[in-house]
Structures are given as C-alpha cells and as structure tokens.
T-cell receptor, first 113, second 108 residues
Framework: GAGVSQSPSNKVTEKGKDVELRCDPI?????LYWYRQSLGQGLEFLIY????????KSGLPSDRFSAERTGGSVSTLTIQRTQQEDSAVYLC???????????FGSGTRLTVV | GQNIDQPTEMTATEGAIVQINCTYQ??????LFWYQQHAGEAPTFLSY????GLEEKGRFSSFLSRSKGYSYLLLKELQMKDSASYLC?????????FGTGTRLQVFP
C-alpha cells in the first residue's frame, strides 16, 4: 500500500480481555517495528521483524504480549488479559531494512477500562 | 544502557529561530534521526545524520557531533504549524531508540 496502515484506529476494551492490533506495512518493506507511546512519554520499543523472523523481542513488557508476522507482510500484536497500564498508542513502522529510516502508521489508541 | 535526553518543552515566537538539543549515550551508534509528531498523529521523518556536521533541508537543519554524543535540530523562520513534538532517535544496530521528545509551542 501507499502507507503503513494500522487497525483499529481506536480500541476500548475491558480489563482482562484479549486484543489484537494489526499492521499492514508498505509493500516491499522487509523490516517492521512495534512501538508503544504512553501519554507524555517517548516511543518505547517493543519488537521488530525482519521478514517473518523477530530477531529482537527485548521490548515486550511481559509474556502477555506477543506478535507475529506472516508472508513478510501483515503483523499482529496480541495483548492477552489486558491491564489498565496497557493503555497507550501502539505505533507500527516499516522500512526497507534495518539501516533505513521508518515510515510510521497512524497508530492504534488502546484504552483499557 | 541507553539514554537519550531532550528538553521536555520549549516555546518560541513565529518567525524566530529555535534550537532543540539532544544528547545521547547508547551502546551502539549507526546514525541519528529527527522526527516531527503533531498531536494525535504519526511521527514523520525530518532528518538523518550519520557523519559529524550540519545537514540542511529548507527551514530545518540538523547537526551531529559523535565524539560529544550531541545533536541539535535548528528550525528557522518558525511558523505556527511547527508547533509539534520533535523526537530525537539513535539507531542502535538494528532499531531506533527514541528520546521522550520536545514539545515546541510557537506563539504569534
């Protein structure tokens, strides 16, 4: 596609429910990144993919967080048993490779109530 | 460890010049990026420095000193639309590490 697409743009969920966030990167971009941005905070790295592999998962806050990427394209970030502290904007970005700059999607604003 | 510092907030007047500083201490360095982020929107790429010196792009310039772990973003002829957060990010081998961002408010 023309840009990085994320869905949903907004998600309100009850504490304890599971959520799935989707990212569709720019066609041809092999690298895909997930970041989290809490109110007034910087971008916190979560995980990145090179192709379908995730060489660096070091930013995932707990084992409730997981992500996968299939076909070297779409990625899904799953948060199980959501907690209120998971409320944030989840940003996805893609690039031609790890030595290039990123193009960001518009993010998913997750609110856990 | 990774540490990227920027001022939290800055204010400036329309038409003026503002310099946003960024200092970093990271375990690896493969370039420094500046992004602009308007409230509620995605960050957009502004500039990239990998060698020491000044990179100029229109009203925006970015400077890097690797020996000092220091960069700045210079915005000239400020416009109201420049009110946004400016994010400094260091590439650490395979990913970008971001600072907390500087919120710039431009007043008439």
């Amino acid at each position: 596609g023309a840009g990085v697409s994320q869905s949903p743009s907004n998600k309100v969920t009850e504490k304890g429910k599971d959520v799935e966030l989707r990212c569709d990167p720019i066609s041809g971009h092999t690298a895909l990144y997930w970041y989290r941005q809490s109110l007034g905070q910087g971008l916190e790295f979560l995980i990145y993919f090179q192709g379908n592999s995730a060489p660096d998962k070091s930013g995932l806050p707990s084992d409730r967080f997981s992500a996968e990427r299939t076909g070297g394209s779409v990625s899904t970030l799953t948060i199980q048993r959501t907690q209120q502290e998971d409320s944030a904007v989840y940003l996805c970005a893609s690039s031609f490779g790890t030595t290039y700059g990123y193009t960001f999607g518009s993010g998913t604003r997750l609110t856990v109530v | 460890g990774q540490n990227i510092d920027q001022p939290t907030e800055m204010t400036a007047t329309e038409g003026a010049i503002v310099q946003i500083n960024c200092t970093y201490q990271t375990s690896g360095f493969n370039g420094l990026f500046w992004y602009q982020q308007h409230a509620g929107e995605a960050p957009t790429f502004l500039s990239y420095n990998v060698l020491d010196g000044l990179e100029e792009k229109g009203r925006f310039s970015s400077f890097l000193s690797r020996s000092k772990g220091y960069s700045y973003l210079l915005l000239k002829e400020l416009q109201m639309k420049d009110s946004a957060s400016y994010l400094c990010a260091v590439r650490n081998t395979d990913k970008l590490i971001f600072g907390t961002g500087t919120r710039l408010q431009v007043f008439p």
